[in-house]
């Protein structure tokens, strides 16, 4: 156990490091047992290791971060493999996850959404049960029991009281609903709901059932289910929900939702909701967990930052591919050598189009120097005048 | 409709002047549009963001302690 010193703190402060890693250094100077030499040697060995491991200037970061999130990709899932995660939930993992995020879906295969309640709801489980039944759409089949009365030509349905008080819902607003949504005349005493076509047609009584069963009687409609966790958190437990389906937007204006920390996992809606910034640090999160989940976290987290950068640096969600970043580039050649050469090539001709050469591809085609690392940097051969009087240019 | 700035996954942003501008642009040596964008509709910008004004973003950091951008409104 050492104490920091002010001569130790006065190396430490005196380096270039982030101020992360001098905490960093001060813990592990705590931890051990050192003396004040050897503090400053551990700070200045550790900030010669950080200015050594900076990115050089001119150094090809995009092609680093392709090669250093490629390599881990190709020991991941390669198959679509669903498996109970977080919560008994079914969430696209692996390498289509992977794919799935830099492509930018619009729709990701399985949507989800994290859910924290706020103080009110969190610690108790029934008042976070009522926001569950804000969520989760309660369709027919969840409140009681469907049948068809072909001699009456009716639909009848028998509630179940109980279930009718769990999730907060009376049986009129149940047949207001119904017959707002498929306009007919309903007909209801206590739990029992009975209502037909107007003219008697068989056909149309059937249809009626398959109507009744896709009404949305209360909660949201993309929410086909939730889950109810009760997590430790640093200041004891609370209950957070896990949603399969996704509705952003919509669930943050729920009350009893807490708005500050509820996530999905629709890079899209919450680009919507909270702006590009956020959508940013959405995108990071989700493939560095995706690679996580796959035992491929010792992925430098730079990295991911970098594609999440690039992909909302135009202010909106663009994908990497042909269709995003790639497909946008100034240089025809560059185009050509990613995807579809041929149609990049008609089309460039077809609009006259000139190329700067500027890029790597491009320069790589043509056979000239690339402007990368050494590429771009131009020497000058000065000499000292003998006498020592001046240079010469 | 709920305060997105105070989302977590939301950062500061705030609008900056031109003496700001200069100096930012002339520090590294580029033009108002090699900056990164944001849209005007960006539900996270200040309500007087107007085209061709700059924001600055502070992050918190996943690799220092916290991270200057900016931003240029554009549309």
């Given at each position: 156990?050492t104490?920091?010193?002010?001569?130790?703190e006065?190396?430490?402060?005196?380096t270039?490091?982030?101020?992360?890693?001098k905490?960093?250094?001060?813990?592990?100077?705590?931890?051990r047992?050192?003396?004040?030499?050897?503090a400053?040697?551990?700070?200045?060995?550790?900030?010669?290791?950080?200015?050594?491991?900076?990115?050089?200037p001119?150094?090809?970061?995009?092609?680093?971060?392709a090669?250093?999130?490629?390599?881990p990709?190709?020991?991941?899932?390669?198959?679509?493999?669903?498996?109970?995660?977080?919560?008994?939930?079914?969430v696209?993992?692996?390498?289509p996850?992977?794919?799935?995020?830099?492509?930018?879906?619009?729709?990701?295969?399985?949507?989800?959404?994290?859910?924290?309640?706020?103080?009110?709801?969190?610690?108790?489980?029934?008042?976070?049960h009522?926001?569950?039944?804000?969520?989760?759409?309660?369709r027919?089949?969840a409140l009681?029991?469907?049948?068809?009365?072909?001699?009456?030509?009716?639909?009848?349905?028998?509630?179940?009281?109980?279930?009718?008080?769990?999730?907060?819902?009376?049986a009129?607003?149940?047949?207001?609903?119904?017959?707002?949504?498929?306009?007919?005349?309903?007909?209801?005493?206590?739990?029992?709901i009975?209502?037909?076509?107007?003219?008697?047609?068989?056909?149309?009584?059937?249809?009626?059932?398959?109507e009744?069963?896709?009404?949305?009687?209360k909660?949201?409609?993309?929410?086909?289910?939730?889950v109810?966790?009760?997590?430790?958190v640093?200041?004891?437990?609370?209950?957070?929900?896990y949603t399969?389906?996704?509705?952003?937007?919509?669930v943050?204006?729920?009350?009893?939702?807490?708005a500050s920390?509820?996530?999905c996992n629709?890079?899209?809606?919450?680009?919507?909701?909270l702006?590009?910034?956020?959508?940013?640090?959405?995108?990071?999160?989700?493939?560095?967990?995706?690679?996580?989940?796959?035992?491929?976290?010792?992925?430098?987290?730079?990295h991911?930052?970098?594609?999440?950068d690039?992909?909302?640096?135009?202010?909106?969600?663009?994908?990497?591919?042909?269709?995003?970043?790639?497909?946008?580039?100034n240089?025809?050649?560059?185009?050509?050598?990613?995807?579809?050469?041929?149609?990049h090539?008609?089309d460039?001709?077809?609009?006259?189009?000139?190329?700067?050469?500027?890029?790597?591809?491009?320069n790589?085609?043509?056979?000239?120097?690339?402007?990368?690392?050494?590429?771009?940097?131009?020497?000058?051969?000065?000499g000292?005048?003998?006498?020592?009087?001046?240079r010469?240019? | 409709?709920?305060?997105?700035?105070?989302h977590?996954?939301?950062?500061?942003h705030?609008?900056?002047?031109?003496?700001?501008?200069?100096?930012?642009?002339?520090?590294?040596?580029?033009?108002?549009?090699?900056?990164?964008?944001?849209?005007?509709?960006?539900?996270?910008?200040?309500?007087?963001?107007a085209?061709?004004?700059?924001?600055?973003?502070?992050?918190?950091?996943?690799?220092?302690?916290?991270?200057?951008v900016h931003?240029?409104?554009?549309?």
């Amino acid at each position: 156990m050492t104490e920091i010193t002010n001569a130790i703190e006065r190396t430490v402060e005196g380096t270039d490091l982030p101020k992360r890693l001098k905490d960093e250094v001060y813990e592990s100077i705590e931890g051990r047992d050192v003396t004040d030499e050897q503090a400053v040697s551990i700070a200045e060995a550790v900030e010669s290791r950080y200015l050594d491991t900076r990115v050089e200037p001119l150094d090809p970061v995009g092609t680093v971060s392709a090669q250093s999130i490629g390599e881990p990709g190709t020991q991941m899932t390669m198959n679509t493999f669903h498996y109970a995660g977080v919560a008994e939930i079914d969430v696209t993992q692996g390498l289509p996850r992977l794919i799935e995020l830099v492509d930018a879906r619009k729709t990701p295969d399985t949507p989800m959404m994290t859910v924290y309640l706020d103080d009110q709801h969190a610690e108790n489980r029934e008042k976070a049960h009522e926001v569950v039944w804000n969520i989760e759409s309660t369709r027919i089949l969840a409140l009681g029991d469907v049948s068809t009365n072909v001699a009456d030509m009716l639909v009848q349905v028998n509630l179940n009281e109980q279930t009718l008080d769990e999730r907060m819902i009376s049986a009129e607003t149940v047949a207001e609903i119904i017959e707002d949504s498929l306009g007919v005349e309903v007909t209801q005493t206590g739990t029992t709901i009975e209502f037909g076509p107007a003219e008697p047609s068989y056909r149309r009584l059937l249809q009626l059932v398959e109507e009744l069963r896709e009404i949305v009687f209360k909660g949201i409609e993309e929410v086909s289910r939730v889950v109810i966790r009760k997590e430790d958190v640093d200041d004891g437990e609370e209950f957070i929900l896990y949603t399969e389906g996704s509705a952003f937007g919509d669930v943050l204006d729920i009350e009893g939702v807490d708005a500050s920390r509820t996530t999905c996992n629709n890079i899209h809606e919450v680009y919507r909701n909270l702006g590009v910034e956020a959508a940013r640090e959405t995108i990071i999160d989700e493939t560095m967990n995706t690679l996580e989940e796959q035992g491929l976290g010792d992925v430098n987290i730079r990295h991911l930052m970098l594609v999440a950068d690039i992909m909302t640096a135009e202010g909106t969600i663009e994908s990497i591919g042909r269709h995003g970043i790639s497909g946008n580039k100034n240089s025809v050649l560059a185009r050509a050598a990613f995807e579809v050469t041929v149609n990049h090539l008609l089309d460039a001709a077809v609009h006259g189009e000139v190329d700067d050469l500027d890029g790597v591809t491009e320069n790589v085609i043509v056979g000239k120097p690339i402007k990368l690392g050494t590429g771009d940097v131009n020497l000058r051969m000065g000499g000292a005048t003998t006498d020592g009087s001046g240079r010469a240019d | 409709m709920v305060e997105v700035s105070q989302h977590t996954l939301v950062p500061e942003h705030r609008l900056i002047d031109d003496d700001e501008i200069d100096a930012l642009l002339a520090e590294y040596d580029i033009s108002r549009t090699d900056l990164p964008k944001i849209k005007r509709t960006d539900p996270a910008l200040p309500d007087e963001a107007a085209t061709g004004d700059v924001v600055r973003i502070e992050r918190d950091s996943r690799t220092t302690d916290r991270a200057v951008v900016h931003r240029l409104v554009i549309e």
